[in-house]
């Protein structure tokens, strides 16, 4: 599974939400606060959609979601 995500950092101007893989075992709903990688650090970041298949041409550059926030 695959999550769309809102990833709250501070750069104007930056399309999102991205594309993450959702590690077997996490269940996501849509709303959910979670960590997840971004460039050198992670983020925070809000599902804002959840899908079934990888975007096509994406599966190489998609990195998993770290955890979910309680």
Do not use: H
């Amino acid at each position: 599974m695959y999550a769309d995500i809102v990833v709250q950092i501070d750069a104007p101007g930056l399309p999102q939400p991205f594309t993450y893989l959702v590690p077997d075992g996490l269940n996501l709903r849509v709303g959910d606060a979670v960590v997840a990688p971004f460039g050198a650090q992670s983020a925070v970041g809000y599902v804002v959609g959840l899908k079934d298949e990888c975007p096509a041409g994406m599966a190489a550059k998609i990195r998993p979601v770290a955890s979910r926030i309680e």
